[in-house]
T-cell receptor, first 116, second 113 residues
Framework: AQSVTQLDSQVPVFEEAPVELRCNYS??????LFWYVQYPNQGLQLLLK??????LVKGINGFEAEFNKSQTSFHLRKPSVHISDTAEYFC??????????????FGKGTKLSVKP | EADIYQTPRYLVIGTGKKITLECSQT?????MYWYQQDPGMELHLIHY???????EKGDLSSESTVSRIRTEHFPLTLESARPSHTSQYLC????????????FGPGTRLTVT
């Protein structure tokens, strides 16, 4: 069965430090990968996506992620975080098969807390 | 960027009431989705639609129902609300056929007392 695992439920980090939020998936078919951010009492906003091509993708707000097919991972990184990056981050996968094509499966989320 | 609207944003209602959560988008998107998100938890797909008169149940069983009579409108209805329905409900849509990035509305936070 397909699944998405976000390895850290909470990540505390100091302002201007680098951060990596980890995401692994399990699938026997080709996938599309996404990272979303959710601020309190808001919907989800797309940070970045991998559909094909270069395995290093850049998104909004200085975030980037690297698709590693052999390790089935799609970790999110930012070299220097700001207080405003405090939010919950969701990794999501779309499995390219059958009638559910385009439907997303989400990880449990990682709460990023940036401290001054 | 897609414009997706959800109303109400917050709703507190008593047990047994019928409620309808509204979701609409102005971009003519074919595919629309409803997710349920409990506090601090992941999103679970409860309903989706690939177009007018098309509705399917998602991965998480839900007592809610949906309809898709118009392309831009995808309402979710609970015939008799219960405290177990307390959650956040998020609506999403996909801009065009072949695109997989879903755009989300702001959500409706439902509390059933």
């Amino acid at each position: 069965a397909q699944s998405v695992t976000q390895l850290d439920s909470q990540v505390p980090v100091f302002e201007e430090a680098p951060v990596e939020l980890r995401c692994n998936y399990s699938s026997s078919v080709s996938v599309y990968l996404f990272w979303y951010v959710q601020y309190p009492n808001q919907g989800l906003q797309l940070l970045l996506k991998y559909l094909s091509g270069s395995t290093l993708v850049k998104g909004i707000n200085g975030f980037e992620a690297e698709f590693n097919k052999s390790q089935t991972s799609f970790h999110l990184r930012k070299p220097s975080v700001h207080i405003s990056d405090t939010a919950e981050y969701f990794c999501a996968v779309s499995f390219n098969y059958g009638g559910s094509q385009g439907n997303l499966i989400f990880g449990k989320g990682t709460k990023l807390s940036v401290k001054p | 960027e897609a414009d997706i609207y959800q109303t109400p944003r917050y709703l507190v209602i008593g047990t047994g009431k019928k409620i309808t959560l509204e979701c609409s988008q102005t971009m003519g998107h074919d595919k629309m989705y409803w997710y349920q998100q409990d506090p601090g938890m992941e999103l679970h797909l409860i309903h989706y639609s690939y177009g007018v008169n098309s509705t399917e149940k998602g991965d998480l069983s839900s007592e809610s129902t949906v309809s898709r009579i118009r392309t831009e409108h995808f309402p979710l209805t609970l015939e008799s609300a219960r405290p177990s329905h307390t959650s956040q409900y998020l609506c999403a849509s996909i801009p065009f056929s072949g695109s997989y990035e879903q755009y989300f509305g702001p959500g409706t936070r439902l509390t059933v007392t």
